[in-house]
């Protein structure tokens, strides 16, 4: 019914000098490389498959990594250092606005060797490949400049290994485990006084990477602005919610110092206090409990600031589709409980 070709593509042609694949919707057999992570996650869990460094194309605008996806609940036995062989099909998976991950959706899987010397990191920053510090995309996709543009240059290592040197962290652990920093020789641009970047316009700090926990073998630690890295971290590009990010293999210690949050105060004479605070989506169908707490960090921990901004206010009858699209009653329990 059908014909299979006599050759496998090498990873890099499978990745192509593209956001998306050259060869989207294609079964391939036979494609090879050495495991380099494994993907924990048991509803989306699949692991990174790259081309072992004597079989890189010497573009540095083609990936060498591919990111392997198995069936939810499905374990391959792979494991870390494994050369595998995948028989697949191609495909763009992602979220509605956002960047697709180029994936090989796995049909079979097999270990060829154990104990495979894994690929060398790409070095990031001035030692290697600088991130560019000034634009994440000025084409709408049209053209595909790693040099350029920071969506490409990430793209160009899609699932491969790579290697940051000292970096600064600016901003603080995230509730999802994440860090955001930058390469302490990368050339970040503006320093605000506490240590972050400072968005200006023409620039939004594409050089920010955020480092992501997924694969790491060791707990993120809770760390504040301006608390550095000395050590190298190694990981492999991913992309999820929107950004480019770093699957750190593990986290290395953190230097002591940087900024806590401040805690708030009243206004001073000439000042005005603005804040902006997710509810994560209130409604008036949520308890007492929840406006109680709700209410209490806005006093308590904001200082209750003179202007508000409020994300994820939800109507008054919440998820329902019931035709209502009011907020009437929800924001005057929230008022209610604040005062």
Known sequence: ???????????????????????????????????T?????????GFWLQQPDAAADGDPATSEGL?????????AGIRP????????????????????VTTLLAGVVETVA?????????????????????????????????????????????????ELGPTTAVSGTTRHGEIVVVLADGGAGLRSARGGVVLRPGDP?????VLDDRIASNATPQIHVGQSFAAPISGVVGYAFGNFRVQVDAWPPAS?????????????????SIAS?????????????????VASSIVDGLGAPAALGLQEIQDDNGAEDGGVVSAELTLTLLVDAIE
Do not use: K
């Not at 006599?6 to 499978?14: D, H, L, N």
């Open 1 to 35: 019914a059908f014909a299979l070709g006599e050759t496998t593509p090498p990873i890099a042609s499978i990745q192509g000098r593209a956001h998306r694949s050259p060869l989207e919707g294609d079964w391939l057999r036979g494609v090879t490389g050495i495991v």
């Open 37 to 45: 992570a494994v993907d924990p996650d048991p509803e989306h869990g």
């Open 67 to 75: 990111f392997v996806g198995l069936a939810p609940g499905a374990s």
């Open 81 to 100: 250092g494994e050369l595998a062989r995948v028989d697949g099909a191609v495909r763009e998976l992602g979220s509605s606005g956002g960047l697709t």
């Open 114 to 162: 154990s104990g495979a010397s894994p690929p060398a990191p790409i070095c990031l920053g001035a030692a290697g490949r600088r991130p560019p510090a000034v634009v994440i995309d000025d084409d709408s996709l049209t053209r595909f400049d790693p040099c350029c543009d920071a969506l490409d240059f990430f793209e160009s290592l899609e699932g491969m290994r790579v």
């Open 205 to 209: 700090n594409p050089e920010r990477i």
């Open 256 to 272: 002591s110092g940087g900024d806590a949050v401040p805690g708030a105060r009243p206004d001073r004479p000439g000042e005005l």
């Open 277 to 293: 605070y997710n509810v994560l989506n209130l409604d008036a169908l949520d308890g007492e409990t929840t406006y109680a707490r």
